[in-house]
């Protein structure tokens, strides 16, 4: 993707390359007052997008070996920040939080969400505080999560009995991971408001629309790097996004619509317990700040941030104990002690998988989903290292690099989950945010507010998945490691693997 973007941008920009040197010279903001770290020089006007590779938090991570660990860089018209040691990472999200509270939102994610209405791309301040408590409140709070765990019972339940009707055949596991993940979150959005096939094909459609928007999101878009071009457009991606808009509206007006209906006609939909969507209705009707359209955001956030990040998750984890059998006899072993051979795996289970837990952390430590996090924008002036970070500047918190750091993990590239089990070295790192050497899920006010369900969601299908079935990969496909980063950080070859029973607990899952 980054190729294709460095080759567009070259066609295009050097025709136009005279008309913006002028303002290029004129309009930089003056160096004199700011002490700028150093960085690697790019090129006039296109600064370093041409050289940017396809893994940018490997090359980020090659260029602070040559430039320290905070450097600056252009691309195109944005002056970029990469910060890429704990110490550094730790001032952005702790000391300068307030002035780099901001997620830089790409010109397809306001789009998407509206103008920027969604938790993860809207401006910090009241509105973001509002909605992300809301967010907090009534979905992901501890008792919502407890509350909650029949449903994600059921939805591994049904997961693990379609498999038995599959053993021996090669399954693609993070599909299988995904359609879980989308199944738990749609009860949790909607519950009971529509079920059966209507559900599935709803899944099936916002499968499609999770994508293709994390697609446009996660697309170099010269638009974002230059500006004053974004009303041409020159890449077609604010035009496809529009394009794609009222897809997601018809889908989602649907579902509001039937629930609408529901809630006039009395029914509770799924039980006793509320939904979130039917929460957010009865705000709604309570209070008129709330529109329809930051109701779909929200959901929208739920969907597309929550599925696709866990079942990449489980895909990673596979693959890791797939290549290392002794982790995956290790963590067979656990879950024997725990569960019993003849159970099934229960989410109260998950607390004492201390192994599988390592085996997460490991994983997470050597392939997070969003290794850059999700990049900030300064909002003012503000000192990093002794340097000052201009207003309106791109900043990357290259978690990857200090998760990586060879001064802080012993050979930092192998698998060893042992790392997080040795109590001893008195690292302990959890996902909350505060071991700046260990950030899966980000820091500080704009922390993942996932995390928990995430967490659970991705031990527990785990579990579920070792507990049942021995994997193999099929013959002649390799296990390769390897990722390939948009937003996300995606297997490059999905997984497949071939499941044969461990147990004979068919009957639990039937
Ligand atoms: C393995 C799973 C997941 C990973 C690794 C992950 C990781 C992240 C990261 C790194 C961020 C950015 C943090 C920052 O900028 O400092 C983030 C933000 C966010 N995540 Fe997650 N996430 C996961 C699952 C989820 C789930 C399950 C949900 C919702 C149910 C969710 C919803 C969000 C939202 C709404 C934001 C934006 C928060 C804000 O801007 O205030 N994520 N996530």
Known sequence: MMDELASTAFAVLIVIASVFLYSWIFKKPSK???????????????????????NLHQQFT???????????????KKLCFVINSPGLIKEVVRDQDTMLANHDAPVAALIATYGGLSVAWSPYGPYWRDMRKLFVRELLSNNNLEASCNLRTEEVRKAIGNLYSKIGTSIDIGELAFVTELNVVLKLLWGGTIDGDKQDEVGVELRKVASKMIHLIGQPNISDFFPVLARFDIQGIAKATKNFLPHIDRILDNVINERMKMNSDGGEGD???KDFLQILLQLKEKNTSISLIQIKSILMDIVVGGTDTTAITVEWVMTEILRNP????????????????????????VSKLQYLDAVVKETFRLHPPLPLLIPRI???SCMVGGYTIPKGSRVFLN?????????IWENPSEFRPERFLNVDSGKVCDYLGNSFEYLPFGSGRRICPGLHLAEKMVMYVLASLLHSFD????????LDASGTFGILMRKT??????PSPRSSNLSLYA
């Open 378 to 380: 300064s909002s003012q």
């Open 399 to 407: 978690t990857w690099s200090a998760q990586m750091d060879p001064q």
């Open 271 to 273: 039980n006793k317990r």
């Open 62 to 76: 090659e260029l602070a070996g040559r430039y320290g660990p905070i450097y600056q860089l252009w691309l195109g």
């Open 326 to 349: 002794d982790a995956m006899k290790r963590v067979q072993q656990e879950l024997t002690n725990v569960v019993g051979i003849n159970n099934s795996v229960e989410e109260f289970h």
């Open 471 to 478: 994997w193999k990969i099929p013959e002649g496909k390799n």
């Open 493 to 498: 070859e999905p997984l497949f693997a071939i």
């Open 32 to 54: 004199e007052s700011a002490l700028l770290p150093p960085g690697p020089r790019g090129l006039p006007i296109l600064g370093y997008l041409p050289f940017l590779r396809p």
